[in-house]
């Protein structure tokens, strides 16, 4: 079964209401996203109820912004795909209900792709500014998001070795908590690269969990040591910092959790003889983590093959990455398909 064709995807597993047309799981003719970052903003977080009815919002207009953008017609549809899971259940319905709609209404086949599976695909897409080369297996890829932080190996498409999870707190999780304990804005990652970018002095050290030679991550006695650092600084009072101190934290803390996920994906990548090493989700879009990952992969004799910013952050273009490996491979859903917001890539 071939991979050619045009598919449009659906993404709307979170916060982004997202829809693309990807051709051959690499070139993007359209990709269209509905941020509600701003919206969730004031409440410092997601709220799952306000996430899932600004989906019905913006999925129409982001389709017609995408299919407009793409210049094609449904004949030049080979399927739809969309994301069952892992996320929010209210917002996974939304795309679903969407997709199956229009797959029905158009006769195209319906392809189901994971969310975490997009993340790892991003990879595979062709970027606009640069010739980008597909990752070579087997590979090692680190998916770090505000819901997920693991290693997997990969021999070939679609086969996936959990190699280690975070065991509590996700990276981009304690990136959120500790930003809103040094009073920066939501959401937290890239509010405290822009502020650790600021430093002057860089002796504020945090501690790393290790666990020994696992490849687990653990982030949950990070964000408790900085709790507790940030509450002596302020003296036990709601005073807010000096913006110096803000940006020394905001670094320490940031060196603590790349320090981390480096190590652990070098030393994994290594262990299973890979070849390349692939970096997505949300958080892959931290300056920091992108240059000092691939300084190390490329001292290890390996490129690191990471997507643009945009495409590390949720996007339908990723899930149209995943859905042409998934099509070509036969993958399909009827109508009663539903969501499954607990949905693992992979288990040990």
Request: hydrophobic content about 50%.
């Amino acid at each position: 079964m071939k991979r050619g064709g045009l598919i449009l995807a659906v993404e709307s597993s979170c916060d982004e209401t997202g829809i693309a047309v990807v051709e051959d799981g690499r070139k993007i003719h359209s990709n269209v996203v509905a941020s509600q970052v701003a919206m969730h903003a004031a409440t410092g977080g997601i709220v799952p109820e306000v996430a899932a009815r600004a989906h019905l919002r913006w999925i129409v207009p982001v389709l017609d912004e995408a299919w407009s953008a793409a210049g094609v017609g449904w004949d030049d549809i080979s399927a739809v795909a969309v994301t069952e899971g892992p996320g929010l259940a209210g917002s996974l319905l939304v795309g679903i209900n969407f997709a199956k709609t229009l797959a029905y209404v158009h006769g195209k086949p319906l392809v189901p792709v994971s969310h975490l599976e997009g993340h790892l695909y991003a990879a595979w897409l062709t970027d606009e500014a640069r010739e980008v080369p597909e990752p070579l297996f087997p590979l090692v890829a680190l998916i770090v998001s505000g819901g997920h932080t693991f290693l997997v190996e990969m021999r070939d498409h679609l086969q996936y070795r959990l190699l280690g999870e975070t065991l509590d707190d996700a990276a981009g999780e304690a990136f959120d908590k500790v930003g809103r304990l040094l009073g920066l804005p939501y959401p937290g990652g890239p509010a405290i690269m822009k502020a650790a970018a600021a430093a002057v002095r860089h002796d504020v050290a945090f501690p790393r969990a290790w666990l020994g030679d696992s490849f687990d991550f653990s982030f949950s006695g990070l964000k408790t040591a900085a709790r507790r650092t940030i509450a002596v600084e302020a003296g036990g009072a709601e005073m807010p910092l000096p913006q110096d101190r803000v940006a020394e934290l905001a670094d320490g803390f940031q060196e603590s959790v790349v320090d981390v996920l480096v190590t652990k994906t070098i030393r994994a990548a290594k262990a299973a003889g890979a070849r390349s090493v692939v970096l997505g989700g949300g958080v892959a879009a931290n300056r920091v983590l992108r240059d000092r990952l691939a300084q190390a992969a490329r001292a290890a004799g390996m490129p690191l093959v990471v997507p643009r910013p945009a495409l590390c952050t949720d996007n339908g273009a990723m899930i149209g990455a995943a859905a042409a490996r998934r099509f070509e491979a036969g993958t399909r859903a009827g109508l009663d398909l539903d969501a499954k917001p607990s949905l693992p890539l992979a288990r040990r």
